[in-house]
């Protein structure tokens, strides 16, 4: 029971209590009900306890509507706040879902390593969805690497990454826009350290290996200062397995 509640039942009882001694005090000695009763005796105690009691049932009544109204209050908050979340929530996987659909529509052609070599343009496509990024990040960006021997930063960032880039800049740009966004939105609208936690690691467990792997090395060439913080802050990136990254030390960057 609420404070305000029992205050008020104390007022209340007390007011009750009153009127009875107001009906005993009615009643002569020896309870002898035929003795005649005083109308001026009764009309003193009355006057004082319409006063008295009616101030301590106003009370009562005060606080026990106070006490309704802060229990609505509560109710309402708690009811915008479940509202809220299931919004917040609802908007989330609507993102992801978009972001699915970048990963369906982005394919690997042939014609489009041969362009960028000063080839052909246009061909037949290697793969697509998810395989894609493995493609691109395995047989592109880590295989160059490895051919290079060079894992310096800048030479990764300006000799790799960027020409990766730019090769398939329709497809990563929207694709690692979107996903910035959803990191973004997560920290922003959602609830508490643990349920931001909950909602970017449910994000990432849907990302691949090789998708996170590019994703990294996207936030580190290119991301902001704020998405960066919420990448520490939350270890966006703790299940990414240090050999699927160029060089295991390049992991440390990010927390620079």
């Known amino acids: 029971m609420k404070k305000f509640d029992i205050y008020g039942l104390a007022f209340g ?15 002569p000695e020896h309870l ?4 005649p009763i005083s109308v001026e005796k009764a009309a003193q105690i009355g006057d004082f306890v319409g006063g008295v009691v009616a101030t301590l049932f106003s009370i009562a009544a005060f606080l026990l509507l106070y006490e309704t109204l802060n229990m609505q209050k509560s109710e309402i908050k708690e009811n915008q706040a479940i509202m809220q979340k299931q919004a917040f ?3 989330l996987f609507q993102m992801i879902n978009m972001h699915n659909d970048f990963v369906k529509e982005f394919d690997i052609q042939s014609g489009k390593i041969a362009e960028d070599q000063g080839g052909i343009k246009g061909g037949t496509i290697i793969t697509i969805g998810r395989d894609s990024f493995n ?3 395995t047989n592109y960006m880590k295989k160059n690497i490895i051919k290079s021997r060079v894992t310096a930063r800048e030479y990764i960032k300006n000799e790799i990454f960027d020409i990766l880039f730019n090769i398939w800049r329709d497809d990563l740009n929207h694709y690692f ?5 959803i990191v973004t939105y997560i920290y922003k609208s959602s609830y508490g350290k643990y349920d931001t936690k909950y909602f970017l690691d449910l994000f990432a467990s849907g990302l691949s ?7 990294f090395y996207y936030i580190l060439f290119y991301g902001n200062k704020e998405l960066k913080s919420i990448i520490k802050e939350y270890d966006f990136f703790y299940d990414l ?3 699927k990254l160029i060089d295991n030390i ?4 990010i927390y620079e």
């Open 241 to 243: 397995p240090d050999e």
């Open 89 to 91: 929530e609802s908007n």
């Open 13 to 27: 009882i007390l007011g009750f209590g009153i009127l009875i001694w107001f009906f005993v005090s009615l009643i």
């Open 177 to 181: 826009k979107h996903s910035c966004e």
């Open 32 to 35: 002898n009900i035929y003795y």
């Open 135 to 137: 493609y691109v990040y």
């Open 209 to 215: 290996d090789s998708e996170k792997a590019l994703f």
């Open 250 to 253: 390049h992991k440390t960057w």
